[in-house]
T-cell receptor
Framework: DSGVTQTPKHLITATGQRVTLRCSPRSGDLSVYWYQQSLDQGLQFLIQYYNGEERAKGNILERFSAQQFPDLHSELNLSSLELGDSALYFC???????????FGPGTRLTVL | DQQVKQNSPSLSVQEGRISILNCDYTNSMFDYFLWYKKYPAEGPTFLISISSIKDKNEDGRFTVFLNKSAKHLSLHIVPSQPGDSAVYFCAASARNAGNMLTFGGGTRLMVKP
């Protein structure tokens, strides 16, 4: 158990819908990262927050957004969902922006 | 372009023998390298890391070697155990440029009893 929690574990929704994935970092970690794992693209970095501020962005679609709240939990919002958004979404956290990242168990999103 | 590559999709090893997993990278800005182990439907579990200022790091049965001139790293597991069977991902980051991890495609390790 890495100490990073993610909810929900599974999510099934329809195309065009909007969902919110939630992540709570390890106790004391200030940095949160979101990654997507799809069958054809492997594990890809989406976005990073540090102490509430966006710090780095990867190939995150404009339909996706995220934020980190004052209690340091983070949410990833996915809107106008398409079939290709079906994937595993992982959250990771680290003590600082340069430390080792520890991953949560992931949320499996299925878009029908 | 794939900046981190694991050229062997799978590896089969006998219990008790050495497992060697390889990883190549192309980006000279990477200064931190990690290995993660992953089971299906679970998140990656951190195993071991190495900074670019070192060429070897050891933690129990796991040793990571870094050859900067060849842009190559490897993970050695000695002795291999059936419980080591999983997918292993190599990852790299440039810590002064965001620390986002770039992952290889993974190598499935099977350790036979």
């Amino acid at each position: 158990d890495s100490g990073v929690t993610q909810t929900p574990k599974h999510l099934i929704t329809a195309t065009g819908q909007r969902v919110t994935l939630r992540c709570s970092p390890r106790s004391g970690d200030l940095s949160v990262y979101w990654y997507q794992q799809s069958l054809d693209q492997g594990l890809q970095f989406l976005i990073q927050y540090y102490n509430g501020e966006e710090r780095a962005k990867g190939n995150i679609l404009e339909r996706f957004s995220a934020q980190q709240f004052p209690d340091l939990h983070s949410e990833l919002n996915l809107s106008s969902l398409e079939l290709g958004d079906s994937a595993l979404y992982f959250c990771a956290s680290s003590a600082s922006p340069v430390d080792t990242q520890y991953f949560g168990p992931g949320t499996r999103l299925t878009v029908l | 372009d794939q900046q981190v590559k694991q050229n062997s999709p799978s590896l089969s090893v006998q219990e008790g023998r050495i497992s060697i997993l390889n990883c190549d990278y192309t980006n000279s800005m990477f200064d931190y390298f990690l290995w993660y182990k992953k089971y299906p439907a679970e998140g990656p579990t951190f195993l071991i890391s190495i900074s670019s200022i070192k060429d070897k790091n050891e933690d129990g049965r796991f040793t990571v070697f870094l050859n900067k001139s060849a842009k190559h790293l490897s993970l050695h597991i000695v002795p291999s155990q059936p419980g080591d069977s999983a997918v292993y991902f190599c990852a790299a980051s440039a810590r002064n440029a965001g620390n986002m991890l770039t992952f290889g495609g993974g190598t499935r390790l099977m350790v036979k009893p």
